[in-house]
């Protein structure tokens, strides 16, 4: 088959609403995630210095704040942010819900 479908609401989310991609789409080297993100939700801070794995957040819906670096960057409904690996993140959701589309490659 050339190509692989997959309805992110059939696919059992892990914590709070996020939705793990990557395996279902049988993705070699890209991650593609779902984030239904309640409101005042926050993520984990982290980074992907060990993976090398840069990221892209795209706010599909509602706004939030990503503090990068200890920098915090205002999303509203549209804004993509690209991530390099090695930088910390972490997701800050607004007063109401949001959803994010969260892509994440490896520069290898």
């Not at 819906?61 to 930088?87: F, H, K, N, Q, Y």
Request: charged share 30%; glycine share 12%; hydrophobic share 35%.
């Amino acid at each position: 088959m050339s190509y692989t479908k997959v309805d992110y609401e059939d696919v059992e989310p892990v914590g709070d609403g996020l939705h793990f991609l990557r395996d279902q789409l049988d993705c070699e080297n890209v991650g593609v995630s779902v984030l239904e993100a309640d409101p005042g939700w926050t993520g984990m801070e982290h980074d992907h210095a060990e993976d090398g794995q840069e990221e892209v957040y795209v706010l599909v819906d509602g706004a939030a704040t990503v503090t990068v670096e200890g920098e915090d960057v205002e999303l509203s409904t549209g804004d993509a942010l690209r991530i390099p690996a090695d930088a910390t993140r972490q997701i800050h959701n607004g007063d109401a819900e949001s959803t994010f589309v969260l892509v994440g490659a490896s520069g290898e």
